[in-house]
């Protein structure tokens, strides 16, 4: 008797386990990223203030592309800088000669979908961060034209 009810009890707690496990995460809202679909970018310090990038995957929309949040982080508070095509992620410091990112940047980040790619990146300027937005053109066929490449603007952070 004893261990039918060993044996039962055992069972519901398995049960349970599973249940728990399989739960529904669908009620967060995309401003609770979680440790699995967010990626923070290398970030640097400096005297007066701590800028990066943070990258919030959202997960593909109807037509099945993959859209991710870039999001500016200054002392620790975030703001939304564009949702862009693609899952995007950190760009290496070993890498930014060839994306054409300034070697001063304290960090960059980006994405590749679909022959574009919208990329970022932040350098500081007495203390203050400064956002450079760019695009990657990608020639097509025969145009082989010398504008093609990256391309950066600083954004206006007003």
Same mark, same amino acid.
């Given at each position: @008797?004893?261990?039918q009810i %060993?044996?039962r009890?055992g069972f519901?707690?398995l049960a349970?386990?599973?249940?728990f496990? +399989? %739960?529904?995460n669908?009620?967060?809202t995309p401003?609770e990223?979680t *440790?699995?679909?967010?990626t923070?970018?290398?970030?640097t310090?400096d005297?007066v203030r *701590?800028?990066n990038f943070?990258?919030? %995957?959202k997960?593909?929309?109807?037509?099945s592309?993959p859209?991710?949040?870039? @999001?500016l982080?200054? *002392?620790g508070?975030?703001?939304?800088?564009?949702?862009?095509a693609?899952?995007?992620?950190?760009?290496p410091?070993t890498?930014?000669e060839r994306?054409?990112?300034p070697?001063?940047?304290?960090?960059? +980040?980006?994405?590749?979908?679909? /022959?574009g790619?919208?990329y970022?990146?932040?350098?500081m300027n007495n /203390?203050?961060?400064?956002v450079?937005?760019g695009?990657e053109?990608?020639?097509q /066929?025969?145009d082989q034209?010398?504008?093609?490449g990256?391309?950066?603007? %600083?954004m206006? @952070?007003k």
């Amino acid at each position: @008797m004893k261990q039918q009810i %060993k044996f039962r009890l055992g069972f519901l707690l398995l049960a349970g386990f599973f249940l728990f496990s +399989c %739960k529904n995460n669908s009620e967060k809202t995309p401003a609770e990223p979680t *440790n699995a679909d967010t990626t923070s970018v290398a970030a640097t310090t400096d005297s007066v203030r *701590n800028a990066n990038f943070v990258i919030v %995957k959202k997960g593909e929309d109807a037509q099945s592309v993959p859209h991710s949040d870039i @999001m500016l982080s200054v *002392n620790g508070k975030q703001s939304l800088l564009k949702t862009i095509a693609g899952e995007a992620s950190q760009i290496p410091t070993t890498e930014y000669e060839r994306y054409q990112i300034p070697t001063n940047a304290v960090d960059a +980040c980006g994405a590749y979908y679909a /022959g574009g790619g919208d990329y970022f990146y932040v350098i500081m300027n007495n /203390g203050t961060p400064e956002v450079y937005a760019g695009w990657e053109e990608e020639p097509q /066929g025969d145009d082989q034209k010398p504008d093609t490449g990256y391309h950066w603007k %600083k954004m206006d @952070m007003k």
